[in-house]
């Protein structure tokens, strides 16, 4: 038959499930990716659906673009539709501010101290029953200087972002997270070099081109458990603006040939599809060990795959690697050549001053948990009892300082102190707490692993 004027389209999210024989030149000649737009599409997207609402002058459709991280375009119309819900409920509010003042004295109270609850109860719901029942009653349209004034302001937006999920997180995608800088204590120098890795290229790309410079295509965080390695991953994207996937290595492996290598291939392509994005591998030492002679074909797939994948990420822009790992001595050498994991980043036990920053950070500057007068944070950060302590050990060692604070503090109660209820002004974490928590914790990294890690800090002081 002639099919000169017959175009056939199809359309799936679930490319791989199709039968081969259909992508095939001949039928389906022609496969176009439609991607998670980024910040820049994002704002072409809701300057074409806010064309015919009513906005202020100056509303910045910028950072509203940069707010919906992972938002595609139907979210994006489902958020304007929200907002202008949120915008007539807030007019409507307002309207409604007289009625419920006539409201609250629809219905007298009873005293008595047994039923004055149950009367505040019936009070207040007979109330909200009296306003809606007027406002169903009234007839009357908003005048003209309020229909004048009436527009959806960018607060109207933030409270639809709390109702309206991105398809993106739905499926899967991360999106940018809410660590900061200021949750990590120390690490200067690991964070300059992040900052030159991924913050560089993200915030001035054309100085890289005109030096023509490529940005690396991976960091590897090495060091012992417990120092920061996912925080500092976190912190880096949200400073970025990226996008944000973390992947735990174990959790792609599965006992069945092929799927090993089908949620690699899918991590990458859902990388791809929410670009700028950081793909965070954590304990990446079980996904790519070591490959030999004796390793099962399954691992060594795996191995092969991701190798495949981290070289095909040289021609696309704003998708860049992070990996943590506290073995790298046993990652395959092939995954840490230039043009995959080319950058190591040795992230070390906290020195004094640094242990110091950490514990200001987890304290909140020493006001949460509020300390008493002879607590010294730096007198704790140089305790020789420290030494060797990671930053979740100090974080532990805190913890356990404020449970022996509670625990003490409701003992007193029991034995007859009276406390107000929902007070908490006189719970203070004094030095003989902490002085208790030191004998409960311990260093998580060994004597043993300690020199492990001296050995591998010098190898890649090099």
Same mark, same amino acid.
């Given at each position: ?283 990446? $030492?079980?996904? #790519?060990?070591?490959? %030999? !002679?004796? *390793?099962?074909? &399954?691992? @060594? =797939? ?80 140089? $305790?020789?009892? #420290?030494?060797?302590? %990671? !930053?979740? *050990?100090?974080? &532990?060692? @805190? =913890? ?63």
């Amino acid at each position: 038959t002639m099919t000169t004027q017959i175009l056939v389209i199809g359309a799936t999210n679930r490319p791989d499930s199709l039968d081969p024989a259909l992508r095939r030149a001949g039928r389906f000649d022609r496969e176009i990716c439609l991607g998670i737009p980024d910040e820049a599409a994002r704002l072409r997207i809701l300057r074409t659906l806010c064309r015919k609402l009513v906005l202020p002058e100056d509303f910045d459709y910028q950072q509203l673009a940069r707010l919906t991280p992972g938002y595609v375009g139907a979210d994006l119309m489902a958020l304007c539709r929200e907002a202008a819900m949120a915008a007539v409920n807030r007019v409507l509010l307002k309207a409604r501010e007289p009625l419920q003042e006539q409201a609250q004295n629809c219905t007298p109270g009873l005293t008595g101290s047994g039923e004055q609850m149950v009367a505040d109860m019936n009070h207040h719901q007979q109330g909200e029953l009296w306003t809606l029942v007027n406002l169903l009653k009234t007839t009357e349209t908003l005048s003209e200087p309020e229909l004048v004034s009436l527009s959806i302001l960018m607060s109207d937006f933030q409270e639809a972002l709390t109702h309206v999920q991105p398809s993106a997180k739905r499926e899967g995608f991360a999106t940018i997270p809410d660590v900061t800088w200021e949750n990590v204590g120390a690490l200067q120098e690991i964070r300059e070099e992040l900052t030159m890795a991924i913050l560089g290229p993200v915030r001035s790309p054309q100085h890289f081109k005109a030096l023509g410079l490529t940005a690396p295509s991976g960091v590897l965080l090495a060091g012992p458990p417990g120092c920061g390695k996912t925080l500092l991953a976190k912190a880096v994207a949200n400073e970025s603006g990226l996008n944000f996937i973390s992947v735990k290595g174990p959790e792609l492996l599965n006992m069945y040939v092929g799927e090993s290598e089908r949620a690699v291939r899918q991590v990458f392509q859902r990388g791809r599809n929410s670009a700028p994005c950081v793909i965070f591998f954590d304990e990446i $030492d079980a996904l #790519c060990p070591r490959r %030999s !002679g004796h *390793d099962s074909g &399954a691992s @060594v =797939r795996v191995v092969n795959q991701l190798l495949t994948e981290m070289d095909g990420l040289e021609g696309r822009q704003q998708v860049f690697i992070m990996a943590a790992t506290n073995r790298p001595d046993i990652i395959d050498p092939a995954v840490l050549r230039p043009g995959r994991l080319d950058k190591t980043l040795y992230v070390g036990l906290p020195g004094p001053a640094d242990r110091l920053s950490i514990l200001l950070t987890i304290t909140k500057g020493g006001s949460k948990p509020r300390l008493e007068p002879d607590v010294s944070l730096e007198d704790i950060a140089f $305790d020789e009892r #420290c030494n060797c302590f %990671s !930053g979740a *050990d100090l974080t &532990a060692l @805190v =913890r356990e300082a404020s449970v022996n604070t509670l625990r003490a503090f409701l003992k007193t109660s029991h034995n007859g102190a009276t406390h107000p209820i929902g007070s908490t002004a006189d719970v203070r974490v004094g030095k003989q707490n902490f002085e208790e928590a030191f004998k409960k914790i311990r260093p998580s990294v060994s004597k043993k692993d300690q020199l492990m890690y001296e050995q591998l800090r010098e190898s890649l002081s090099r």
